[in-house]
T-cell receptor, first 108, second 116 residues
Framework: EDKVVQSPLSLVVHEGDTVTLNCSYE??????LLWYKQEKKAPTFLFML????IEKKSGRLSSILDKKELFSILNITATQTGDSAVYLC????????FGAGTTVTVRA | SQTIHQWPATLVQPVGSPLSLECTVE??????LYWYRQAAGRGLQLLFY??????ISSEVPQNLSASRPQDRQFILSSKKLLLSDSGFYLC???????????????FGEGSRLTVL
């Protein structure tokens, strides 16, 4: 069964647009939720969220967790072509379970 | 600093042939090690993880096996490949201070396997 569901599966935007990616989860022993960016090969770490309502921010990227409604969002503002990638959400319930990812394409 | 090496980067193998993918970690001791497979549209599927030498946990029944002959070496193997084994395989590690998977995963560059 799917424990981590990401939406949308893919989207295409233009440079300067804002993107919001969703990740919902259903696990028994939630410990943390992580976001990764995968461009060509190895995923690279973006954020780890453990507490509800506390926004994590890194440049134009930000993320927040809602442990009551069991979801997280990842926002990318003022998108650039370098933001084109697959964004992966993972939930740590003593093992990391990944969602299918959202493919973001930013057109110049 | 810690680094993770994974090889080969790509390989094409006939059905029924054996497989060996190798992963080594440098700059840390007693890491937790993982093998993931990534299929299109399916995200990352955990195949095996190891918290120590000779300790392997399998997440899904399959045609593959894993071994950890040394502290920082993790090997993914198959005796006879199937078409369905094709995919992108990623090795990863986390700090071994916790005996259970926690926190940030550090990934290798991946191995793309095509079984014909």
């Amino acid at each position: 069964e799917d424990k981590v569901v990401q939406s949308p599966l893919s989207l295409v935007v233009h440079e300067g647009d804002t993107v919001t990616l969703n990740c919902s989860y259903e696990v028994t022993n939630f410990r943390s939720l992580l976001w990764y960016k995968q461009e060509k090969k190895a995923p690279t770490f973006l954020f780890m969220l453990t507490s509800s309502g506390i926004e994590k921010k890194s440049g134009r990227l930000s993320s927040i967790l809602d442990k009551k409604e069991l979801f997280s969002i990842l926002n990318i503002t003022a998108t650039q072509t370098g933001d084109s990638a697959v964004y992966l959400c993972a939930v740590d319930d003593y093992k990391l379970s990944f969602g299918a990812g959202t493919t973001v394409t930013v057109r110049a | 600093s810690q680094t993770i090496h994974q090889w080969p980067a790509t390989l094409v193998q006939p059905v029924g042939s054996p497989l060996s993918l190798e992963c080594t970690v440098e700059g840390t001791s007693n890491p937790n090690l993982y093998w993931y497979r990534q299929a299109a549209g399916r995200g990352l599927q955990l195949l095996f993880y190891s918290v120590g030498i000779g300790q392997i946990s399998s997440e899904v029944p399959q045609n593959l096996s894993a071994s950890r002959p040394q502290d920082r070496q993790f090997i993914l193997s198959s005796k006879k490949l199937l078409l369905s084994d094709s995919g992108f395989y990623l090795c990863a590690w986390t700090s071994g201070r916790a005996k259970i998977n926690t926190g940030e995963l550090f990934f290798g560059e991946g191995s793309r396997l095509t079984v014909l």
